[in-house]
């Protein structure tokens, strides 16, 4: 836990888990629940295991990384007991149980075994228990493994966020703000992939495994490949562009930010990022509770065929341009996502607790999030206009083609791309931008 208001918010956080999942258990008829937090899994064929995230529904309740093995009993109207492992280990540094742990009935074991032996009581106790964890299907503690049922309810309610919850994607995006100026700051410097990457841990204080996913650092081209995961050592003989998708987290939660800067500030390539960045401000500021994420999709779809249309690369109308899909050559991603415990955080397809689904319609199968939006729910919104030279083929032998600056776009296409992403949580009135509050909060600090 990263500070003191977060530690003041944690046991109201607790009560409201008490809450949802007693209501969770009763929906979906169940006495109790098991939750694992797993373990590292090991590479095939090596003695070494990959970096361990604890089970999303562990860490709410527990926001600390270092859980491998312990469990969680929850069992309504009696306080949750903690399963801690603490092994008498000279190998590895034991997991040390945080001051915060007496909002728990605490027990702790030396030994897998002994913990286990709790869980497979508890269950003989309550045999009507749910198993939620990674390696729960084979654990043999009996119960039921993972139901969809309770899953699909827990999941739905997670998108409404705790005061607790709030205060940590706060912090999260503070983190990656510092990580993100500096990053800025290598590349106008003249740092490589691999430099800004350096330059982003180092003001971040991060490490790689504690980032809530890889970051994206892209030069020129680069930056139109979605999810480009290389580290160019060398800087290119000519730099046109610079995107960087880079989050981190706080007590287990993560933020989610993309920036895109130009190398030259008067270029039709600034120019595009600008207007890009204002049109995204002003989606997110109509944003209220009661809208349909795809409705805003949709908005943005439509602003950004008007800055293609203002920006000289296309010639005929905003609406053209989206009716006769240039607009998703331009953008072929959704505009957003739930965030979280997960950087794609679940949910975001359910229309109910029950678990009904409403799927992303045909035209835009990438979109991540279809749901009405309401206060507290915190999501991305991460427009972006791109120069991906597979989607521009299938777009120059289309009708379409006929309404595009093709010499334009020859001449941006060396760019990449531009993304422009905050996290924004839904408020009453005016949403809350915490991206946009963490850069403005971290203007003037400096590291020491």
Known sequence: MNNDQQSSLYPDHLATLERRWQLALDHSRFEAAVILAGSASGYFLDDQSAPFRPNPHFAQWFPQQDCQHCALLIEPGVRPRLLFLQP??????????????????????ATQDALHSQIEAQVRRLPGSAIIGPDAAGSNFGGEANPQGLLDYLHYHRAWK??????????ANRTAALGHRAAADCFRAGGSEFDIHLAYLNAARQTPDELPYASIVALNEHAG???????????????????????????????????????????AFSSLVEALELAQLALISSIRPGQNYLSLHQDMHLRIGQILADQNLITCSAQAAMATGITRTFLPHGLGHLIGLQTHDVGGLQSDELGSVTPPPDEYPALRFTRDIDEDMVFTVEPGIYFIPQLLQALQTSPAAADVNWKLVAQLEPCGGIRIEDNVRVSAGEPENLTRDAFAATADMLLS
């Open 162 to 171: 705790t005061q607790y919850e709030l205060a940590a994607m706060r912090a």
């Open 225 to 267: 490949v979605l999810h480009y995961q290389h580290y160019e050592r060398s800087r290119p003989a000519s730099t046109h562009s610079f995107l960087i998708d880079a989050g981190a987290t706080s007590s287990g939660y993560a933020a989610d930010v993309t920036r895109t800067y130009a190398s030259d500030a008067q270029g």
């Open 88 to 109: 008498e280990d000279y190998w590895h540094q034991p997991a040390t149980l945080p001051v915060w742990a007496d909002q728990f009935e605490v027990e702790i074991f």
